[in-house]
C-alpha cells in the first residue's frame, strides 16, 4: 500500500500539473471506485471544476476544487493517480478517466479495485463525504512530539510495530517505514510498545521524521505498483536499512537482516542490532 512518501510525492505532482487546470469531462469505467456520491453525481459535479489545491491527510489526496468542492482519493493496495499525455493510452487497470482543459488527463489505475475517489459538493466538506479523516492521528511531519507518543502507547499491550501502523495514533506511516523507523532506533518490531521509553521516543519522533522526508527526497517505494503523478516509480528501495532485505547483510553490522510475521504484516529487523526486546508475551 503507499504509504505517506508515496501520497506525497504525488500530491507533489499533482500540485505542479493540476493546479490552474480544469476538468472536462469525467469517465467513470469501474462503478466501485467512486465512493460518493452516486456515479450520476459524481461525473456532474466534477466536470467543469477547477483545481485550487492538491493536499493530503495521512494516506489520502484531498483535491480542493473551485465553489469549495473538492475530490478525495485513497489509493489503497495498487491505485496510481497519473497526469498524462492523452498517448497514455494503456487502459486495461483504468477506473476513472478526467480529461483536462490542458489536453491532458488525470488517469486513475487500480489493479485490485480497492481504492476509491470522492466527490465532495459545495457545502460539504472532506469530513463528512470521508468519516474515516475524523479518526486520524497526528501528521508525523508536523511536529510530532515524544511526549505524544509516550502518552499514546502507554499500557498498550500489542508491538511496537503493530502500534506504528495504527492510523489512529500516527497518521500516513506504513509497513515499510515503520521497520526502517524500528532500525534506525535499534528497537526489536517485538516489543511491547507500552514499554516504549522517553528517551525511545525522542528517538523515533527524530527516525520518523528524518526517514519520511528522505523517502520522499527518492519519490517513495516501488516494489510493485506504485507510480508517482507522470507514472514514474520512486527508489526509495534501493536506499532501505531493512525493508525488502531479508537474508541480505545488515548495512551497519553485516548480520543477515530476518523477517517474521506480525498481526497479518512481514516485520524486518537487524537481530544484532536490534537485540533489545522487553516484556515480550509469550
Known amino acids: 500500500m503507499p504509504e505517506l512518501p508515496e501520497v506525497e510525492t504525488v500530491r507533489i505532482g499533482l500540485e505542479k500539473f493540476l493546479v490552474g487546470d480544469s476538468f472536462t469531462s469525467v469517465d467513470v469505467l469501474r462503478k466501485d471506485s467512486v465512493g460518493y456520491p452516486s456515479i450520476k453525481d459524481f461525473v456532474k459535479g466534477l466536470t467543469g471544476r477547477s483545481v485550487v489545491a492538491a493536499k493530503r491527510r495521512g494516506k489520502y489526496l484531498l483535491i480542493e476544487l473551485d465553489s469549495k468542492a473538492g475530490l478525495g482519493v ?80 502507554k499500557n498498550k499491550k500489542q508491538a511496537i510495530k503493530t502500534a506504528l501502523l495504527d492510523q489512529t495514533i500516527i497518521a500516513g506511516l506504513g509497513n515499510i517505514y515503520a521497520d526502517e523507523v524500528l532500525f534506525q532506533t535499534g528497537i526489536h518490531p517485538l516489543s511491547l510498545a507500552g ?64 523477517r517474521v510475521k506480525l498481526a497479518g504484516r512481514s516485520a524486518h529487523f537487524c537481530g544484532q542490532c536490534q537485540k533489545k526486546l522487553r516484556a515480550r508475551r509469550k
Open 74 to 153: 485513497h489509493l489503497r493496495m495498487s491505485g496510481r493517480l497519473i497526469v498524462a499525455d492523452k498517448k497514455h493510452r494503456d487502459a486495461q487497470f483504468l477506473r476513472v478517466l478526467i480529461k483536462l482543459k490542458s489536453g491532458r488527463e488525470l488517469r486513475f489505475e487500480d489493479m485490485r479495485v480497492f481504492g476509491r475517489m470522492w466527490y465532495v459538493p459545495p457545502g460539504e466538506d472532506f469530513l463528512t463525504v470521508i468519516p474515516s479523516l475524523q479518526e486520524l492521528g497526528p501528521e508525523p511531519l508536523d511536529g510530532l512530539s515524544p511526549d505524544y507518543l509516550v502518552t499514546a502507547f
Open 195 to 258: 514499554s516504549v521509553t522517553e528517551k525511545e521516543a525522542a528517538k523515533l519522533v527524530v527516525a520518523i521524521e528524518e526517514t519520511l522526508r528522505k523517502a520522499i527526497q527518492h519519490g517513495g517505494t516501488t516494489l510493485r505498483d506504485y507510480a508517482n503523478s507522470e507514472g514514474v516509480n520512486g527508489n526509495y528501495q534501493n536506499e532501505s536499512w531493512v525493508y525488502g532485505r531479508e537474508d541480505k547483510p545488515c548495512r551497519v553490522c553485516g548480520t543477515e537482516i530476518e
